[in-house]
């Protein structure tokens, strides 16, 4: 047997599930994603994407219900984790603080270092929010969403010419890459704002 012949194929349906994810064709990708979920009901990545999707539309009911469902094929899947912690974090902010902590040090992903920016910024912590973000953005630094929190984390510290710089790139990437989950015209205005401040 040679060795590509060994190695493991990504599923078609995946591949364009998450193509069409990435283009902004949510309901095409959603079709795709359930579409191999009749095929493997317990296809996490299938599962993942259902979840993204259900969280970026606010059924959060419904993207729990997923990421449990993840929980039960792999209890220790530390995306799934962090992506619970993260949906019920305004519950009880100082435990999902304390298990957040414990994911990235277990496996310090990008996604958990954004959750835990996101549940100190539910909270006005800018610093730790910051903190937080730039270490999302330090592991993922081409995902336009990271460069935007961190840009917001520094403005809301009043550190204009690194928030500015932030701003910049996320827009850059968003507009690269097509997609992102912010709100870019507030980005702009933002870039607007600041550059006319520190002229």
């Known amino acids: 047997m040679s060795a590509t012949a060994a190695q493991p194929r990504l599923n ?3 591949s364009q599930a998450y193509t069409q994810l990435q283009a902004g ?13 009749q095929a493997e009901p317990l296809n996490t990545d299938a599962l993942l994407g259902l979840a993204y999707i259900a969280t970026q539309e606010n059924r959060s009911e419904e993207a729990m219900k997923l ?9 220790r899947h530390a995306t799934a984790q962090g992506a619970m912690i993260g949906l019920m974090g305004r519950a009880d902010p100082s435990a999902s603080e304390s298990r957040l902590k414990q994911l990235i ?15 100190y910024a539910d909270q006005s912590q800018w610093p730790q929010a910051q903190q937080s973000y730039f270490q999302a953005h330090h592991l993922e630094p081409e ?19 690194p928030a ?27 870039i607007r704002a600041l550059s006319s401040q520190l002229e």
């Open 143 to 161: 995902n336009p969403d990271y460069a935007y929190n961190l840009a917001v984390g520094l403005d809301q510290m009043r550190q204009a010419k």
């Open 25 to 37: 064709n949510v309901d095409q990708a959603r079709a795709s994603y359930n579409t191999l979920l």
């Open 105 to 119: 040090a277990r496996e310090p992903s990008p996604f958990l270092h954004f959750i835990l920016g996101n549940l």
């Open 67 to 75: 990421y449990l469902r993840i929980l039960q094929v792999n209890p």
């Open 164 to 190: 500015l710089n932030f701003y910049r790139r996320a827009e850059q990437l968003a507009s690269a890459q097509g997609r992102s989950n912010f709100n870019l015209s507030h980005a702009r205005e933002r």
């Open 12 to 14: 078609p349906t995946l």
